[in-house]
């Protein structure tokens, strides 16, 4: 099956600064990669994901790049604010079959007024 | 909007006791899992359905059950709980296809003891 390995597990920023997140998959055959954030007593959000087709992806201060040749990805925060302090899962999954993704640990990312 | 409904919030259980963790979604999602979510564990798959009347297991289905009777409801059973099975579960729902966007519940925190 397949799996994912997401670094950091934690990540301290100062508020502005950027954050960078890492994962890699195993399965070659995943073709679909979401991000979610999980803020504290919630359950986790899509906030951005890319489709195997797409090098790269940008949604204001997030983006997130595909490398399918390595099979890594990875999220990109620019310009942290605090309310950015949450934790951060990626995941893999098969359009076309199970669509049940296979998550990262997380990465708990605190940013610092 | 209520998207996914997981009762209860909380629950503390004795070890040996059963419950069910319940998990209804009003989109009319054919796809629902369950997850438990365990400090540097990230979310682990227990089990999945891909529509009424299909269940498959997911990474750590053991002491748990699951049944798909309606496309809303997708109900976990804990038969015999141990102090190992205490977690927070999510439950979520996605409707498949080429748009695999996973919807979380917000989760229900269980203590065995």
């Known amino acids: 099956g397949e799996n994912v390995e997401q670094h950091p597990s934690t990540l301290s920023v100062q508020e502005g600064d950027s954050a960078v997140i890492k994962c890699t998959y195993s399965d070659s055959a995943s073709n679909y990669f979401p991000w979610y954030k999980q803020e504290l007593g919630k359950g986790p959000q899509l906030i951005i994901d890319i489709r195997s087709n797409v090098g790269e992806k940008k949604d204001q201060r997030i983006a997130v790049t595909l490398n399918k040749t390595a099979k890594h990805f990875s999220l990109h925060i620019t310009e942290t604010q605090p309310e950015d302090s949450a934790v951060y899962f990626c995941a893999a999954s098969i359009s076309g079959g199970s669509y049940i993704p296979t998550f990262g640990r997380g990465t708990s990312l605190i940013v610092h007024p | 909007n209520a998207g996914v409904t997981q009762t209860p919030k909380f629950q503390v259980l004795k070890t040996g006791q059963s419950m069910t963790l319940q998990c209804a979604q009003d989109?009319?999602?054919?796809?629902m899992s369950w997850y438990r979510q365990d400090p540097g564990m990230g979310l682990r798959l227990i089990h999945y359905s891909v529509g009424a009347g299909i269940t498959d297991q997911g990474e750590v289905p053991n002491g748990y059950n699951v049944s798909r009777s309606t496309t809303e409801d997708f109900p976990l059973r804990l038969l015999s709980a141990a102090p190992s099975q205490t977690s927070v579960y999510f439950c979520?729902?996605?409707?498949?296809?080429?748009?695999?966007?996973?919807?979380f519940g917000q989760g229900t925190r269980l203590t065995v003891v």
């Open positions: 989109m009319n999602h054919e796809y």
């Open positions: 979520a729902s996605s409707i498949g296809g080429m748009n695999t966007e996973a919807f």
